[in-house]
């Protein structure tokens, strides 16, 4: 298994605090993202990262931010929590050579109440 | 624009039965092709990928899919199912540019009866 953590796991938050997940990985991967994933929805793409300080956005990063300081942690904060923002995000990095294989993590379930 | 399709939201297959799980892609060019398991409170794991070749695709627990250029279609099977094959499973189609993230579909939901 890829060696990716995320942290917590598990949280209830109330609508209008800050929220910051983290993922850390120990495969030095230059690419590092985060989804979420909604019923009905599948996966959608957050943020993307491919490379410290480099980030970039995806379809759904309105109310998100993201910071990466370091190759193995990418930070993944939402500035006002709201409760649309429940949800179950997941980390997944990849190497960023050709097939763009993606590694994910065990997901960080997030109630805002 | 890019987009995946996985018509079937959820089925129910009887244990020792086979298995077909549809994807259809769409994609201007020649993508890579994903599926992707996911058990309950899990993260996803990869079943198989397909890059160039040979268009029947081996992968893990039994797994198999078929690229088809001419449908977009890359079909995922299995010949005989097992009760722990219950999950959801996910098709993701990807540029063959390095790092560009997938694109998945919604989802298809495998119930496996006794």
């Known amino acids: 298994d890829a060696g990716i953590t995320q942290s917590p796991r598990h949280k209830v938050t109330e609508t209008g605090t800050p929220v910051t997940l983290r993922c850390h990985q120990t495969e030095n991967h230059r690419y590092m993202y985060w989804y979420r994933q909604d019923p009905g929805h599948g996966l959608r793409l957050i943020h993307y990262?491919?490379?410290?300080?480099?980030?970039d956005k995806g379809e759904v990063s309105d109310g998100y931010s993201v910071s990466r300081s370091k190759t193995e942690d990418f930070l993944l904060t939402l500035e006002s929590a709201t409760s649309s923002q429940t949800s179950v995000y997941f980390c997944?990095?990849?190497?960023?050579?050709?097939?763009?294989?993606?590694?994910f993590g065990e997901g960080s379930w997030l109630t805002v109440v | 624009a890019q987009s995946v399709t996985q018509p079937d939201i959820h089925i129910t297959v009887s244990e020792g039965a086979s298995l077909e799980l549809r994807c259809n892609y769409s994609?201007?060019?020649?993508?890579?092709l994903f599926w992707y398991v996911q058990s309950p409170g899990q993260g996803l794991q990869l079943l198989l990928k397909y890059f160039s070749g040979d268009t029947l695709v081996q992968g893990i627990k039994g797994f198999e899919a078929e690229f088809k250029r001419s449908q977009s279609s890359f079909n995922l099977r299995k010949p005989s199912v097992h009760w722990s094959d219950a999950a959801e499973y996910f098709c993701a189609v990807g540029p063959n540019q390095a790092g560009t993230a997938l694109i998945f579909g919604k989802g298809t939901t495998l119930s496996v009866s006794s």
């Open positions: 997944a990095i990849s190497p960023g050579t050709a097939g763009n294989t993606i590694y």
């Open positions: 994609y201007g060019a020649t993508p890579y």
């Open positions: 990262s491919y490379g410290v300080k480099d980030t």
